[in-house]
């Protein structure tokens, strides 16, 4: 068998983003895990991190520490068995990748409830789907809630539903910029928000209206900044329908021009041999995420 | 002079994430980019771009991407006075990194007015202090708000106020962990919520009830990910006051304990020479961030 101790330092040198943490987290000595890291390098004959600020995986560091998660997963599964086992009577932690607007919208409400009768610790990580799923290739979570539907070797990918989209304003912002009504053609000479690099919702939409051209946008990274910049009158954008109730209601926020939504698929990613825990949560979501996503 | 065609397409390829988009933004072909890259580089002798994905720039790349950013400031000052050097009309765009939490609830309502009637498009970029002055330092960056007074080189840095931050839980959370009333010796071994490694405002708060050990937590890097996770009753965590006042007035979320909040100050660093507009929109924040922010 392998030694736990030093792929346990391994994983917590990594979860922790440094030797530090990992100690304090483990209770031991920083030298203590440097010991176990360099005993672990001397057995697999080759380094297992690189030593940066913070460190990261060599690829056979990752390796092992995909192997890690799966083995407390198991060993979950088998401590509610045999909880004799269970030697330190913590919760399980569960690393889970996801995309910003759900954690900003649905997630909690969904995942609330069963972490908390589970006793599940969640380290949820933001990235949009590339970056997700690189880091579920390489071990280092569990799940990955995105927009892609290819899974990784390894895992399966279930699809949950789509978030709902609408273009909106501020009616300070409409009145600035389409004082006599709407005109699809002026839309890319007024400001737009784009999330980040990787958003297309708003290249999506103009082109639904005949518009290809570049636009003038403001870049925003933060599902609620978004949110609070529309509502400023910044710029037009897209968002999730879920996060805007209230603002519609009020008519704090109006759609820029007809009913066009645009659906966005989100698939759950997850290893097939995840343990009980994680075909658990995955037959819940599967089971609840209509309560917020719509169907595709 | 230094031949800015060069200097613009490193900007692009950077601010862009990559030789594609920046070929779009610029209205190039990507190999006209690549052209500009190799020419640059032939000239200052050395490579300006480290070719990854996304490309970042070097030591050097980073001396040159400063430079062009305050040029860019310097141009929009005399352009004010000199319209017709104006030569594409097109709004200037301010980089400027900040903190999530400030993103997520006062920033757009202090600086959504002046931007709209300046025409200024903003880059945002959500950045832990640290990495937010690196950018500053790296020239990446116009400005940075974030919780360091110490200023980078060749900037200023001005207090704006403080953040103020409640301990909040949802009543199912209070009931569920505290049913016979709250009780500080237990709240490590409840799940606190923690927005990531840099964040150390639930050990501050465990601290001013004494408690130093470990905790239990969740680990959630989304601000309004966070506040829904209080709310579904995952966790309790500090959060800012400005995000809750109405999940404070509705019940919807309780204080854990008596008042006793943590005040974040929040500083405001900008270029010395950052120009005119830089200027006045410190001015600006300068003025209004009271409405928001406490007295520190």
């Known amino acids: 068998m392998f030694d736990y101790k030093l792929l346990s330092a391994l994983a917590a040198v990594i979860e922790q983003a440094g030797f530090e943490r990992a100690a304090q987290v483990l209770g031991l000595s920083q030298s203590a895990i440097s010991q176990r890291i360099k005993l672990l390098e001397a057995r697999v004959g080759q380094p297992v991190l690189v030593r940066a600020n ?44 996801l995309n910003a607007d759900s954690l900003a919208t649905w997630w909690a409400a969904a995942a609330g409830e069963f972490c908390a009768d589970q006793q599940v610790l969640l380290d949820l ?67 737009a928000l784009v999330f980040g690099p990787d958003d297309f919702l708003q290249h999506r939409y103009l082109a639904s209206l005949g518009i290809e051209d570049g636009f003038l946008h403001h870049l925003c990274p933060s599902s609620e900044g978004f949110l609070r910049m529309t509502e400023a009158g910044l710029g037009w954008g897209l968002v999730p329908e879920l996060q805007v109730r209230d603002q519609l209601a009020s ?32 037959e819940h979501l599967r089971l609840t995420a209509g309560q917020w996503l719509v169907p595709l």
């Not at 890690?68 to 004799?84: G, I, K, N, T």
């Not at 579920?136 to 979570?141: Q, Y």
Request: proline share 8%; glycine share 10%; aromatic share 6%.
């Open 251 to 282: 008519g704090r926020l109006v759609e820029i021009s007809a009913d066009k939504p645009i659906d966005v698929p989100l698939y759950w990613h997850h290893w097939r041999n995840g343990g009980q825990l994680l075909g658990q949560l995955t």
């Open 125 to 191: 990580v933001v990235e949009d789907q590339e970056v997700g799923l690189k880091r579920m290739r390489a071990g280092e979570v569990a799940a990955c809630l995105c927009g892609s539907e290819r899974p990784v070797a390894g895992a399966r990918s279930l699809l949950l539903g789509a978030m709902r989209y609408r273009a909106l304003a501020s009616p300070a912002f409409m009145a600035r910029y389409f004082p006599s009504g709407f005109d699809a053609g002026r839309l890319s000479r007024t400001p």
């Open 54 to 97: 913070p460190p990261s995986p060599t690829d056979v560091g990752r390796r092992l520490l995909n192997h890690v998660q799966q083995v407390r997963l198991l060993e979950r599964d088998l401590q509610s068995q045999v909880p004799a086992l269970d030697e330190e009577g913590m919760p399980e932690r569960l690393r889970i990748a």
